[in-house]
């Protein structure tokens, strides 16, 4: 009887100390996104919305952040699938996109933009007039574009993965001008006097995170971000990455509820 007890207390002891494992949030993200998830010279995933996903996971009881780079176009099913629990990628709300997917409330306002070689002589968005433009695969300057290729006489449309492709293709003369989300393309030419943003183009977009339909994480993670935005955490990350304060009121500042149809 006492050698049952003693085994039974060991296979406790043994049970005891072995660490449950650590509880994962796997996130997709298009790295390569600066500022918002990129790799560093260390080849780490950096970028303000990988700081604030970690941040949100941490706060909602996960003991871990997987990114996996996923095309931004590929987000959306591998979200609806099951593939990773949530997606990143400075990705708009939009009412088209509630009617599939889930996002928790808004954390950054911006609009699309029109970068162009300063060489080219394009002034803005009436310079289009039969020239080729790039934008991202699926994004809302993929829509804009679409929208409006007739009214400014956009001669062709090219897709590409990413803003890094586009900003070459456009440095090697390959495309006019890049339609694409103002805040990366500003933090991507602030070294790069050879480009220029020559218009902005007002969508009035918001940014979040992005959760399989009616997801319950969606509404874990909102309060979460009302959380942050209270104590400050949120406009320290504008300021750490684009070098000044939100205005107090953008949904970078100011709590917001969670999107609905």
């Given at each position: ?27 997709g993200a298009n790295v390569g996104n ?172 918001q940014y979040s995170i992005m959760f ?50």
């Amino acid at each position: 009887m006492i050698a049952k007890t003693f085994a039974a207390l060991a296979l406790a002891a043994v049970a005891f100390a072995v660490p449950a494992s650590a509880k994962t949030l796997n996130v997709g993200a298009n790295v390569g996104n600066v500022p918002w998830e990129f790799q560093d010279e260390k080849g780490d995933t950096v970028g303000f919305e990988v700081e604030m996903v970690k941040e949100i996971a941490k706060r909602i009881g996960y003991d871990e952040v997987n990114i996996e780079n996923i095309p931004f176009n590929g987000l959306f099913s591998a979200v609806q699938s099951g593939r990773i629990d949530a997606a990143v990628s400075s990705i708009t709300i939009t009412k088209k996109r509630l009617e599939s997917v889930s996002f928790a409330q808004p954390y950054y306002d911006s609009d699309q933009s029109l970068s162009v070689l300063k060489s080219s002589g394009i002034e803005g968005l009436k310079g289009l007039k039969g020239k080729t433009v790039g934008i991202d695969t699926g994004s809302t300057g993929d829509m804009w574009a679409t929208e409006h290729q007739k009214e400014y006489g956009i001669s062709e449309i090219r897709r590409f993965e990413g803003l890094a492709p586009a900003m070459l293709d456009l440095g090697n003369g390959g495309i006019d001008g890049y339609v694409s989300d103002i805040p990366a393309v500003a933090y991507y030419i602030k070294d790069k006097p050879q480009f220029a943003v020559v218009e902005r183009i007002k969508t009035g977009e918001q940014y979040s995170i992005m959760f399989a339909k009616d997801s319950p994480l969606a509404s874990e993670a909102t309060k979460a971000i009302s959380a942050m935005k209270k104590e400050g955490f949120v406009q320290q990350l504008h300021e750490k990455w684009f070098g000044t304060k939100p205005d107090a009121s953008t949904s970078t500042a100011a709590a917001a509820a969670q999107p609905k149809l």
